[in-house]
């Protein structure tokens, strides 16, 4: 018989460890249970998924067994698992984070979608700036997938900026990368950042204030709030950008905005006011409006 340390005291087994701990956190209203203890596992034994399947009836050491353990009670408390291990995969490169980043979303990969759609060639030297690049994951996919291009990351947080600085080395793309501290909420910033660009995108702090009580606790609790707040209507970072483009981009340049739900339209007609010619939303992996693109005339 297979037995869990808890059951018979004798060195645990992974499939009853695993049970165990999944158990522990859907109790603690964790979503997806099963598979974040199976990462969280495969993170403290340094073995990946396929492994953990295929050898599930063994033994693992204290040491393992205390590390997975404090993994679980973070998770229980519900801080993200990409914040457990200091590390998320977007755009199928891994990225490290920290307490001044926001935990990059697979949604925000519409991002990346858009703008090589409207590049088109991916030989074009074009320069990039990324309002609010946090952990820099948009800038440095984009940077991988345009070998010619440059980008400029800005940010509030000097914190995210050396983590978007050193997430560039990883990638091999800080030759072409630059970081900047701005406060796009403070008048003049564009005029410190190296404008003009070809291409805008930002995925700024889009929630209403208003609206903190609804967030899951994974988000409310442990992402940085200046990533996440915006203003009474969620507004606020999409009128200064909009406000900005006549100085930020060049005359022909593209503007790629991530939205929030329901925020869309407010965007669409924003960047209309300014004179961009809005094309049809981004959708993202569950047909929200996700992604609005402005070109100039
Ligand atoms: C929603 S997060 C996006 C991070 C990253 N681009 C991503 O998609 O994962 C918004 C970013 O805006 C930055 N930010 C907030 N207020 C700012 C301000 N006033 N000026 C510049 N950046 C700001 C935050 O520090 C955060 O990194």
Redesign the pocket.
């Known amino acids: 018989m297979r037995c869990g340390a808890d059951i018979c005291g004798t060195a645990p087994v992974i499939d009853e460890l695993l049970r165990i701990a999944a158990r522990r956190l859907s109790s603690a209203g964790v979503p997806n249970a099963v598979q974040d203890c199976r990462l969280l596992l495969g993170a403290a034994l340094g073995w990946d998924q396929a492994r953990l399947i295929r050898q599930g009836d063994s033994a693992i050491d204290a040491a393992q067994q205390a590390q997975f353990e404090a993994f679980v009670a973070r998770r229980e408390k519900r801080e993200p698992v990409s914040r457990i291990l200091g590390r998320r995969e977007f755009w199928s490169m891994t990225f490290a984070l920290n307490g001044?980043?926001?935990d990059?979303?697979p949604d925000?990969e519409a991002v990346i979608e858009a703008a090589l759609a409207m590049l088109g060639d991916p030989m074009r030297p074009v320069r990039i700036a990324?309002?609010?690049?946090?952990?820099g994951?948009?800038l440095i996919a984009l940077l991988s997938e345009l070998p010619r291009a440059s980008g400029t990351g800005?940010?509030?947080?000097p914190a995210?900026l050396r983590l978007a600085h050193q997430n560039a080395l990883t990638h091999g793309v800080d030759g072409r990368s630059e970081w900047r501290q701005?406060?796009?909420?403070r008048k003049g910033w564009q005029e410190s950042v190296g404008a003009p660009f070809d291409l805008v995108i930002a995925?700024?702090?889009?929630i209403p204030v208003g609206a903190r009580s609804e967030l899951a606790p994974e988000v409310r609790d442990y992402d940085?709030a200046?990533?996440?707040f915006a203003g009474a209507d969620g507004l606020d970072f999409y009128r200064v950008i909009t406000n900005s483009l006549h100085d930020l981009l060049q005359p022909a340049g593209t503007v790629i905005l991530?939205v929030g739900m329901g925020q869309a339209g407010p965007v669409t007609s924003l960047l209309r006011t300014h004179g961009m010619v809005v094309h049809p939303p981004w959708q993202d992996l569950a047909g929200v409006a996700r992604v609005i693109v402005g070109t100039g005339r």
């Open positions: 001044a980043t926001l990059p979303r925000s990324d309002l609010g690049t946090g952990s994951c948009l800005i940010d509030i947080s995210a701005a406060d796009l909420l995925n700024p702090p889009y940085p200046d990533a996440l991530e």
